[in-house]
């Protein structure tokens, strides 16, 4: 059973905090990793994804892919009030699928 | 550009009745992928289709079913609901094949079904 994993949180930052959210994930052969911010109520919405291993910058959000350790991370950086939402990270795999992980709250505190 | 359109929006049926979810993708995406989402977890893979064809399935029974017509529009129909069937259903459409080495999957706004 191939599996991603995520921390529930909520995870509470002060606003313009530094928000890390991570992510690991089971099966060695992925290849492509995606993190979804969703709001209450709302769809996912793609916010980065990543291929190969290192760091992937874009704007405020980097993404960091550590194959080796099988682990995926999320950076947000100045975190503003309306970062507030569920971010979840997908995984996809040699079944062309995508594995999403339950979510991460985050909660940013004016 | 239009993205990822849905419908209907809400629904509610009853134990043991049909229902047919409608997706559009978005223009020029040839894949369309269905997944539920109940409350507290992430989306779970339903289906994937690529140029009308079936190209993935997850874990779900065989009342579950799924198409993809000339224009790369989808529907996904349920039988014999069961109340464990309510969930939000969301439709995402990529490029070519999502999963493996990439095509990122764009979500339209689901359908929330309810079963009593």
């Known amino acids: 059973q191939k599996e991603v994993e995520q921390n529930s949180g909520p995870l509470s930052v002060p606003e313009g905090a530094i928000a890390s959210l991570n992510c690991t994930y089971s099966d060695r052969g992925s290849q492509s990793f995606f993190w979804y911010r969703q709001y209450s109520g709302k769809s996912p919405e793609l916010i980065m994804f990543i291929y190969s291993n290192g760091d992937k910058e874009d704007g405020r959000f980097t993404a960091q892919l550590n194959k080796a350790s099988q682990y995926v991370s999320l950076l947000i950086r100045d975190s503003q009030p309306s970062d507030s939402a569920t971010y979840l990270c997908a995984v996809g795999d040699s079944s062309y699928k995508l594995i999403f992980g339950s979510g991460t709250r985050l909660l940013v505190r004016p | 550009d239009a993205g990822v359109t849905q419908s209907p929006t809400h629904l509610i049926k009853t134990r043991g009745q049909h229902v047919t979810l409608r997706c559009s993708p978005i223009s020029g995406h040839k894949s369309v992928s269905w997944y539920q989402q109940v409350l507290g977890q992430g989306p779970q893979f339903i289906f994937q289709?690529?140029?009308?064809?079936?190209?993935g399935r997850g874990n779900f029974p065989d009342r579950f079913s799924a198409r993809q017509f000339p224009n790369y529009s989808s529907e996904l129909n349920v039988n014999a609901l069961l109340l464990g069937d309510s969930a939000l259903y969301l439709c995402?459409?990529?490029?070519?094949?999502?999963?493996?080495?990439?095509?990122?999957?764009?979500f339209g706004p689901g359908t929330r079904l309810t079963v009593t």
């Open positions: 995402a459409s990529s490029f070519a094949l999502a999963g493996e080495f990439g095509y990122e999957q764009y």
């Open positions: 289709y690529y140029e009308k064809e079936e190209r």
